[in-house]
């Protein structure tokens, strides 16, 4: 069993692509690299939060999912938005091998509207391997029309996760309104 301190942590195989010096780029950086929750980040951000479930079934994986370790054809995925005060912040997908919903990643299938990100930080069983970071003309062109329509996207994360022996990979986009939200000191 992992301690909090070193499941924080981001791992040893991350890789990162450049975002530049510009105060929007710094201010990507600074969601990008944040170690610890981003839903909670998000929350505290925010006077309303919600999750919306855009997509919960059987899937294919991406060439990132797949570059990541995702692989067969009987996949499940997850797809949803963050929003803060009626703004979408965040859209998330979780990809994994069906067979691990009737195993480790069993709660997926009852998550509902909750969001996976505070599982994360609350069960140890749960490891995050490696981070790859990504800039917004590698996200797929069905993401950016159900998010934004032609608004380009910020950037955004890719990370594998381990729980009980079965891989799971979580995409994280930054959507521009993440950059208008309040800063808070303390998260």
Request: hydrophobic fraction near 45%; include cysteine.
């Amino acid at each position: 069993m992992q301690s909090m301190a070193s499941h924080r942590r981001l791992p040893a195989r991350t890789s990162r692509v450049p975002l530049g010096r510009t105060q929007q780029q710094m201010l990507l950086r600074d969601w990008l690299l944040h170690a610890d929750s981003l839903t909670a980040r998000i929350r505290a951000r925010c006077r309303h939060f919600d999750v919306r479930v855009l997509r919960q079934g059987p899937a294919s994986a991406s060439l990132l999912e797949r570059q990541a370790g995702i692989a067969g054809v009987a996949l499940h995925v997850r797809e949803v938005l963050l929003v803060a005060d009626d703004v979408p912040v965040v859209w998330a997908r979780t990809v994994l091998q069906r067979r691990g919903l009737a195993g480790p990643w069993y709660f997926l299938r009852h998550l509902g509207t909750r969001p996976l990100g505070a599982r994360l930080f609350t069960d140890a069983r749960i490891r995050r391997d490696r981070f790859v970071y990504l800039a917004h003309t590698q996200w797929p062109a069905g993401m950016r029309r159900q998010c934004l329509g032609p608004r380009p996207l910020a950037a955004g994360r890719t990370v594998r996760l381990v729980r009980g022996g079965r891989l799971a990979v979580l995409t994280e986009v930054l959507l521009p309104g993440v950059l208008a939200l309040p800063r808070v000191e303390s998260v």
